[in-house]
């Protein structure tokens, strides 16, 4: 089951679990569209993994497995990697 955390790990932006905006990569490491697709080309920094968009929970479903509250933020920021 997806933690749905609830920021960028670039930039801090909330992502909430109805977020159209959250990427993931398989280990769940979380960004924003705007990192993942510009900064970060598609390519999670952390693992080297493809980042897709996060599927959305329906609300329901929130209430019996609610999202991660725990913020994870990448150390020294996402353009850590070498480019
Ligand atoms: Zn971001
Ligand atoms: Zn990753």
Do not use: Q, W
């Not at 993942?36 to 493809?50: D, H, Q």
């Not at 329901?60 to 353009?79: N, Y």
């Amino acid at each position: 089951m997806l933690e749905l955390r609830p920021g960028c790990e670039c930039c801090d932006r909330d992502l909430p679990p109805e977020s159209g905006e959250a990427r993931i990569c398989s280990y769940e490491c979380t960004f924003c569209g705007d990192c993942a697709e510009g900064a970060l080309k598609g390519v999670c920094p952390n693992c080297g993994g493809n980042l897709v968009p996060r599927p959305i929970r329906p609300a329901k479903m929130l209430l019996k497995h609610p999202a991660s509250t725990k913020r994870v933020m990448k150390d020294g920021g996402c353009l850590t990697r070498a480019s």
